[in-house]
Nanobody, 122 residues
Framework: QVQLVESGGGLAQAGGSLRLSCAASGRIFNRDAMGWFRQAPGKEREFVAA????????YYADSVKGRFTISRDNAKNTVYLQMNSLKPEDTAVYYCAAGRLLSTQREAYDAWGQGTQVTVSS
């Protein structure tokens, strides 16, 4: 099993930036696709971004395309989410996830972090 620990959340102003990190341990990280999801109060957990094990393919939700960038460093067993031009509607708990297949669907991921809060003020 893989363990995931997110960090980097916090408070930002609209238009600002934050970078989330997710450190992985356990099974071989560089064979896992990695995803970021988020969940706002009263809403379902939704897909944000995903990256293949090699980093060669990425997927983004339309709502973050052009503003967020997912990347990974397999030597450090870490995946990142660079968030620019933040909006109040980006406020949510952000979760990283690991799975064997690159997907936008929650069901494809079998390991999840505990989440990190991102709050964007207007």
């Amino acid at each position: 099993q893989v363990q995931l620990v997110e960090s980097g959340g916090g408070l930002a102003q609209a238009g600002g930036s934050l970078r989330l990190s997710c450190a992985a341990s356990g099974r071989i990280f560089n064979r896992d696709a990695m995803g970021w999801f988020r969940q706002a109060p009263g809403k379902e957990r939704e897909f944000v971004a995903a990256i293949s094990w090699s980093g060669g393919r990425t997927y983004y939700a339309d709502s973050v395309k052009g503003r967020f960038t997912i990347s990974r460093d397999n030597a450090k067993n870490t995946v990142y989410l660079q968030m620019n031009s933040l909006k109040p509607e980006d406020t949510a708990v952000y979760y990283c996830a690991a799975g064997r297949l690159l997907s936008t669907q929650r069901e494809a991921y079998d390991a999840w972090g505990q989440g990190t809060q991102v709050t964007v003020s207007s």
